[in-house]
């Protein structure tokens, strides 16, 4: 007779953005990682000093990084990198969760939360590039409705933003406003996702 699966444990973590003093809790996430979450974070191998400088060099170029922190540790993380040499307010996005805790919609939580620092930061758009066989950011990308366009080699998602709503608006506590070409009193949307191989 097989045995029935233990339940999970709940989720006690919070999601907030990090501070520069969680650098050493970001960074041991990362080094966490296993082999495949760490191919499908940095889009291919990625030794530790690698991911140590990376770690060091997001705090230090003013990176926004969002965690999911629980009992003091960070075990995922989304991050907004700006891409300034782009005309159009462009910052690049990229996802981490830790092995043990995906498929339990945290990383659409923070997906959700860095869209929305995103659009109060005036980017208009968000890029994220990934592999094909990125199985998690597919399954990201599905539940937010995304188109996708998969190839051999390297692919890029491109994230369509609205500006926020104007300060005195009701529709400024929202983190999202409407997509465009919405009707005036229907639900705020999550933005459109496109995924375009390059």
Excluded at 5 to 15: D, N, R
Excluded at 30 to 43: A, G, P, Y
Excluded at 78 to 88: F, G, K, M, N, T
Aim: charged share 25%.
């Amino acid at each position: 007779m097989q045995k029935s699966a233990s339940p999970q444990a709940p989720l006690t973590g919070i999601i907030r953005q990090l501070r520069p003093s969680d650098l050493p809790r970001f960074r041991e996430h990362l080094l966490r990682l296993d082999t495949e979450s760490r191919r499908d974070r940095f889009n291919g191998f990625a030794d530790d000093s690698f991911v140590t400088a990376y770690a060091d060099r997001c705090f230090a170029k003013g990176t926004t990084v969002i965690g999911y922190v629980e009992d003091d540790r960070v075990l995922g993380a989304a991050e907004l990198h700006e891409r300034p040499e782009i005309d159009e307010p462009t910052g690049e996005i990229a996802f981490s969760v830790e092995r043990e805790l995906q498929h339990r919609s945290i990383g659409g939580s923070l997906f959700e939360r860095l869209i929305a620092n995103a659009r109060w930061l005036g980017y208009t758009r968000l890029l994220v590039t990934t592999h094909p066989q990125n199985q998690a950011m597919k399954a990201l990308a599905r539940k937010f409705n995304a188109s996708l366009s998969f190839d051999a080699g390297e692919t890029v998602g491109v994230i369509e933003l609205d500006p926020p709503a104007p300060v005195f608006s009701k529709a400024a506590s929202s983190p999202f406003v409407m997509t465009r070409g919405a009707r005036a009193g229907a639900p705020a949307l999550p933005p459109s996702v496109a995924f375009m191989h390059s």
